[in-house]
């Protein structure tokens, strides 16, 4: 039973635009959710995380937004640049310091 | 760097054998994560300790074990090793907080 599901295996956008990652959750009792970039041979880097009390949190280039009613979230990068090509993973928890549930990741990939 | 290390970072090992890999957290943090991820496979939660004593446990089996020593770095141990067995595995830490941190990870290879 997979809880949290990104079903774009990949995603290719020109660099200057936006992308935008999707991820999907089926457990309502998550409570915190998380975005990591992947490079490979590297372990994940944490990007950007929001609270199921918020809808938007932004960091920079990026944002996250949860659609709690739709169980649904998604990570905006804006603009888009050549270093931002990685695969990228969202995760849930339930509750601080707990296991982290992750989705099976998107390649981004920026055209220049 | 996210500050937390792991070693070795490659292992290539035959079926049957054991072996341990190692993780140093981010220093103060007390909880220690370890996670697997298979080919083309997200990553899957294996084990928690929180200063020294096991909080939950995942999808780990039988034959893997860890603990967290008193100066909280973990051992993953990994016996009577099957080809299914190859994989990365990481290790991550985190205070009492939501983001973990992760470290490079460990690959291993089993023959």
């Known amino acids: 039973d997979q809880q949290v599901k990104q079903n774009s295996p990949s995603l290719s956008v020109q660099e200057g635009r936006i992308s935008i990652l999707n991820c999907d959750y089926t457990?309502?009792?998550?409570?915190?959710f998380l975005w990591y970039k992947k490079y490979p041979a590297e372990g994940p880097t944490f990007l950007i995380s929001i609270s199921s009390i918020k809808d938007k949190n932004e960091d920079g280039r990026f944002t996250v937004f949860l659609n709690k009613s739709a169980k649904h979230l998604s990570l905006h990068i804006v603009p888009s640049q050549p270093g931002d090509s990685a695969v990228y993973f969202c995760?849930?928890?339930?509750?601080?310091?707990?296991?982290?549930?992750f989705g099976q990741g998107t390649r981004l990939t920026i055209n220049p | 760097d996210s500050g937390v290390t792991q070693t070795p970072k490659h292992l290539i090992t035959a079926t049957g054998q054991r072996v341990t890999l190692r993780c140093s957290p981010r220093?103060?943090?007390?909880?220690v994560y370890w996670y697997q991820q298979s080919l083309d496979q997200g990553l899957q939660f294996l084990i928690q300790y929180y200063n020294g004593e096991e909080r939950a446990k995942g999808n780990i089996l039988e034959r893997f074990s860890a603990q967290q020593f008193p100066d909280l770095h973990s051992e993953l141990n990994l016996s009577s090793l099957e080809l299914g067995d190859s994989a990365l595995y990481f290790c991550?830490?985190?205070?009492?907080?939501?983001?973990?941190?992760f470290g490079p990870g460990t690959r291993l290879t089993v023959t």
């Open positions: 995760a849930a928890s339930v509750g601080g310091a707990q296991k982290l549930v």
């Open positions: 220093s103060g943090d007390l909880s």
């Open positions: 991550a830490s985190s205070a009492y907080s939501y983001e973990q941190y």
């Open positions: 457990n309502s009792m998550f409570d915190y």
